[in-house]
């Protein structure tokens, strides 16, 4: 069983929907989670970080954490076309390490 | 704003080579880390390092050394370069302690092509 678990996609959705992008990880001993957007050719930049069970709101994202259920989750409301990207999961369980899953990505459709 | 700046954007070589990929950050971060990032794998940890002169091996580390002779530079070192070690290259780095969260900041990347 992989450490990160994501749908790779394309996840496709028409402009102005709301995008919902799924992971499941392994490790219960995880503390802290994070999603991070790749933009085709570039490198990978924090969108949010959660450590709580429950909701956690940024501007048009939203991540949620379910530890008992081992599962994060990120939803971009009204998606734009600049959303389109690979997203990628992480979780870091302590000491120095962050496990990254392999990214969904999100097609946005004007 | 952090930056962490990787000295190649694309590199070219040859099977053989020895391949030198430089990374610097100008926040003062403790922690630094290089991935190598494949279509389907994600990223993979090859080595990272805690401190000035310190390395740990990741996940991957065969083929690969490392070197942290000051705080804001990390190098990768390919010591005989191969076609399997064709991917991009990606250098971060993280403050230590609590307070940082674990928030690790890219580089642009490296493309490396190994002919």
């Known amino acids: 069983q992989k450490e990160v678990e994501q749908n790779s996609g394309p996840l496709s959705v028409p402009e102005g929907a709301i995008a919902s992008l799924n992971c499941t990880y392994s490790?219960?001993?995880?503390?802290?989670f994070f999603w991070y957007r790749q933009y085709s050719g570039k490198s990978p930049e924090l969108i949010m970080f959660i450590y709580s069970n429950g909701d956690k709101e940024d501007g048009r994202f939203t991540a949620q954490l379910n530890k008992a259920s081992q599962y994060v989750s990120l939803l971009i409301r009204d998606s734009q076309p600049s959303d389109s990207a690979t997203y990628l999961c992480a979780f870091h369980t302590g000491g120095f390490k962050t496990i990254f899953g392999a990214g969904t990505r999100l097609f946005v459709k004007a | 704003d952090v930056k962490v700046t990787q000295s190649s954007r694309y590199l070219v070589k040859r099977t053989g080579e020895k391949v030198f990929l430089e990374c610097v950050q100008d926040m003062d971060h403790e922690n630094m880390f290089w991935y190598r990032q494949d279509p389907g794998l994600g990223l993979r940890l090859i080595y990272f390092s805690y401190d000035v002169k310190m390395k740990e091996k990741g996940d991957i580390p065969e083929g690969y050394s490392v070197s942290r002779e000051k705080k804001e530079r990390f190098s990768l070192i390919l010591e005989s370069a191969s076609t399997n070690q064709t991917s991009m290259y990606l250098c971060?780095?993280?403050?230590?302690?609590?307070?940082?969260?674990?928030?690790?900041?890219f580089g642009a990347g490296t493309r490396l092509s190994v002919l």
């Open positions: 490790d219960r001993g995880s503390q802290s």
């Open positions: 971060a780095s993280t403050r230590k302690g609590p307070q940082a969260k674990n928030i690790q900041y």
